[in-house]
């Protein structure tokens, strides 16, 4: 991908950047394969709103993207490149030697006309960009991404556009993977992982120059708690400029915010070798 500048015209077109789609080829998504994305504004089912700053945004199509990959052992040939508004990422549309036609999330490098493969076999597929195979079956230091979490689930993490995890160990069931926040976990050996970086790593260079671009998105302004009143945010009320008057951050229901760990107690818990950010 490639970051394309405007001339200044405005100020905002003066700061701001935009991806060129240079490598996109299909200029339309697979009818069969999209769904209308229904919005909620961030507010739950009772209409009461639990994440903030979320609402309005560009009508947008979902692209029924194939997680899981598991038609093991039959090739796919990369049809179109395209642009998927619900991520960074770019999507593939893949045609399998049986006729389907699947979205799977797009590895960098991987190219039209390419063939890739899942397998659940050692000799299954090869080791090479694109390709799918349980972590077991592949080397030490090698590259993935869209990684399974629990064994035919489905890809969850390492998802992001440019995010690559590397693959430290293989030890008894498990194997540890570092993952691209610097946390470093094990999951079991079976999991699937696609050999290869997400693609579109330039798309974090991208900058949105002005408010309007991120309102199209979906994402609505965000107002200081200092600048709020007491009834609205714990950090509000006060004459002229002052701190929050807390010995941390709150969140508007009064819970910790920035730099507290807020993760529950969860049966994987036991599972992470070393925690983002950690100091050790």
Not at 10 to 39: F, N, W
Not at 164 to 186: D, H, N, W
Request: positive net charge.
């Amino acid at each position: 991908m490639a970051i394309k500048r405007y001339n200044p015209t405005s100020a905002g077109r003066r700061i701001m950047s935009v991806d060129a789609h240079e490598d996109i080829t299909a200029q339309k998504p697979h009818r069969a394969l999209i769904v209308a994305r229904k919005k909620h504004g961030g507010r739950n089912n009772q209409g009461k709103i639990t994440v903030r700053h979320h609402g309005g945004g560009s009508r947008q199509f979902t692209r029924l993207i194939d997680w899981k990959q598991n038609k093991f052992g039959v090739p796919a040939t990369v049809a179109t490149i395209e642009y998927d508004p619900s991520r960074g990422a770019r999507v593939a549309l893949v045609v399998y030697k049986d006729g389907e036609k699947r979205y799977m999330l797009l590895p960098d490098g991987v190219k039209v006309g390419q063939t890739i493969m899942s397998s659940d076999k050692k000799e299954g597929a090869e080791i090479a960009v694109g390709n799918r195979l349980p972590l077991e079956f592949l080397p030490i230091g090698t590259s993935v991404c869209n990684v399974e979490m629990d064994p035919g689930k489905g890809g969850q993490i390492v998802r992001g556009a440019g995010a690559v995890a590397a693959l430290m160990a293989i030890e008894g069931v498990f194997a540890t993977v570092k993952l691209p926040s610097g946390e470093i976990r094990k999951v079991r050996k079976e999991c699937l992982a696609t050999i290869g970086q997400v693609s579109n790593p330039d798309w974090r260079l991208v900058r949105w120059g002005k408010a309007g671009r991120n309102r199209h998105r979906g994402i609505r302004p965000t107002v200081r708690g200092k600048a709020m009143n007491p009834v609205d945010h714990p950090h509000g009320g006060g004459e002229g400029r002052n701190p929050i008057g807390h010995p941390y951050p709150k969140t508007p229901t009064g819970k910790h915010a920035l730099g507290v760990a807020t993760r529950r107690q969860k049966a994987s818990s036991v599972l992470i070798i070393t925690r983002r950010n950690s100091k050790k």
